[in-house]
């Protein structure tokens, strides 16, 4: 744990109200589901010298739920990447405020993650679009961005309380 990680002295990070271990389980989850589907994948290329080139939709629609669920929980739990050689530097009500303001260009992105993902799912649910090797509704897989954003939006905006209330 670096010194940035720490909250102010006296005063420990209360923490979310709503656990983390939810984005935990379902990111675990997706990446088991992942690695047996990769997993299998590798042992019938190697005893039948056949691809099951079909799952490449799956890996992808996971690895993306696992991405944006793996930064739900960086966020959460302010491990989130940042270079921090100016910030370090600053006095901690500087470092505060520049917290404040990752923080809120951070919603600011999702939350255009959300509209704009939305936009597209809508999209490809009323044009009725099928993926090309499994020909299934390609917004099933893309509807997980903005659903997964908004969760993300919402764990930056519980950071940002956390932060602001800290003095």
Known sequence: MTEHD????GRPDPGPRVPIR????????AMA???LITFGNVVVRYLTNISFAFTEEYSIALMVIVT???SAVAFTGDR????TFLLDRLTPGARRWAELLVLAACIVMFALLVRLG???????YRFEETSPGLGIPTFLYTM???ILSAVIVLRLIGRAI???RAR
């Open 118 to 124: 939305g936009r597209l799912a809508w999209d490809e």
């Open 22 to 29: 939810i984005e935990e389980a379902l990111t675990a989850a």
């Open 162 to 164: 956390r932060v602001w």
């Open 80 to 83: 989130h990447i940042r270079v």
């Open 144 to 146: 997980w961005l903005p």
């Open 68 to 70: 944006l669920l793996g």
């Open 33 to 35: 589901a992942l690695c």
């Open 6 to 9: 720490q909250e102010a002295p």
